[in-house]
């Protein structure tokens, strides 16, 4: 029997440690970090799990009994001042079936969020993350290396755990949407058809820094208006080879020097998007590839396009989501549908070695990565029902 009303004491609990405002401020590592993942410990013992973290900070509790098993789990660490489910909603969901005695491993990856690196835990659990990997691991915010951080926090040498993919059916992850499409159309529940690729891009624009009284128009060779125009034509050129739930997004512009009366001399763009399929990716990367071009015969700035980091798209396994639909049928007929995820989570990283699935339930307005982030309570108690009824008939099938 699931116990809901614990579920939702656990996440309370667990809002407790870190709270910012109305969220949580608990980036990996930090002795809030820590403490919650002590806490995880101590609740996955309570509930008859043989509990350990491993030397990358993975928080991983095995069932006794015998299989088959499923892996379950999400993330305890926090982007900064940021919300109180993201991630954690999945720990303690996770939990939630081992308590009611499903053959579930509950695991709470490290870093997800990215404080260090690009999904540390998972990908150290399937064995993507190499000695090297780790020594060049840099806090994001202020530099510091990994290993130094380990070892403040008592991690250094312990060893790092490697899943055992044949001892699991299936990995199931539970999360809320960081979306408007579910609150948007009424829907309690998201069945997710599968987890978005990226492509990211580098784009790196020279010029000629100069003065800005001194230089006439017809003179400058000016980088930053060369990227204003370039992101602008990509912005006019994509919706027509896009799909309907492709994203595109300039993270990041640097420019040098970056001065008041100065012309800038170079332009640095971080650009990136998304989306399920393949092929829609292929003709947005053509679309930007003739953008780039047209630029270059256009503008007196030349512009330089590198890829920086491509993930492909990860669908979800149909078995695994043929149990989510029919236990969302049951327990909320009318008011589920099928989405993707536009964020990427441990799941697309877990899904190189084992099928997967994740379930959505709404975000108030939308909003994630803020502290007022939320869900409504009766949402996260249903959500724990179709992934337990999910999980229950994909073990039967």
């Known amino acids: 029997m699931i116990d809901t009303s614990q579920f939702l004491a656990d996440l309370d ?10 969220g949580v401020h608990r980036p990996t ?3 809030e970090d820590m403490e919650s993942r002590r806490w995880l410990v101590a609740a996955m013992e ?76 998972s990908r150290s659990l399937v064995g993507a993350l190499d000695e090297a990997a780790l020594d060049a691991a840099r806090n994001r915010h202020d530099g510091r290396p990994l290993h ?48 978005v690729g990226i492509r990211q891009w580098r784009i790196t624009i020279t010029g000629q820094q100069d003065h800005t009284g001194g230089t006439t128009m017809a003179e400058r060779r000016d980088a930053g208006l060369t990227a204003v125009r370039l992101l602008a034509a990509v912005d006019q050129e994509f919706p027509g080879v896009c799909a309907e739930r492709s994203v595109w997004t300039t993270g990041r512009i640097l420019l040098e020097p970056n001065a008041p009366q100065i012309i800038p001399g170079r332009a640095e763009i971080t650009f990136s998007f998304r989306d399920l399929s393949p092929e829609v990716m292929d003709r947005m990367e053509d679309c930007l590839r003739r953008v780039v071009q047209e630029s270059n015969r256009q503008e007196r700035c030349p512009a330089v396009l590198e890829p920086i980091g491509h993930t492909l798209p990860s669908p979800c396994d149909p078995a695994m989501r043929a149990a989510l639909r029919e236990a969302a049928a049951e327990l909320c007929p009318g008011a589920w549908t099928e989405m993707p995820s ?38 996260l108690a ?16």
């Open 342 to 379: 536009g964020a990427i989570h441990d799941s697309q990283i877990l899904a190189r070695v084992m099928p997967v699935a994740m379930l959505f339930v709404p975000s108030i307005g939308g909003i994630s990565h803020h502290w007022t982030e939320d869900t409504k309570r009766e949402d």
């Open 148 to 195: 130094e951080a380990l070892r403040e926090v008592g991690l250094a040498g312990r060893e790092r755990l490697r899943l055992d993919p044949g001892r699991y059916k299936g990995a199931f992850e539970l999360h809320i949407e960081q979306g408007t499409q579910l609150e948007r159309a009424g829907m309690r529940i998201g069945v997710v058809t599968g987890i």
């Open 46 to 121: 309570a509930v008859g799990l043989e509990a350990q973290i491993d030397g990358i900070g993975n928080v991983f509790g095995r069932h006794r009994g015998p299989g088959p098993h499923l892996l379950a789990g999400s993330h305890l660490e926090t982007q900064n001042q940021a919300g109180w489910l993201d991630g954690v909603l999945g720990v303690v969901a996770a939990l939630a079936l081992a308590r009611a005695g499903l053959p579930v491993d509950v695991c709470a990856y490290a870093d997800e969020e990215g404080h260090w690196g690009d999904f540390l835990g």
């Open 13 to 22: 609990r667990l809002r407790q440690i870190g709270t910012y405002r109305t």
């Open 29 to 31: 590592f930090s002795p």
């Open 382 to 397: 249903l959500g724990l029902e179709v992934l337990a009824g999910g999980a229950r008939r994909f073990l039967a099938g």
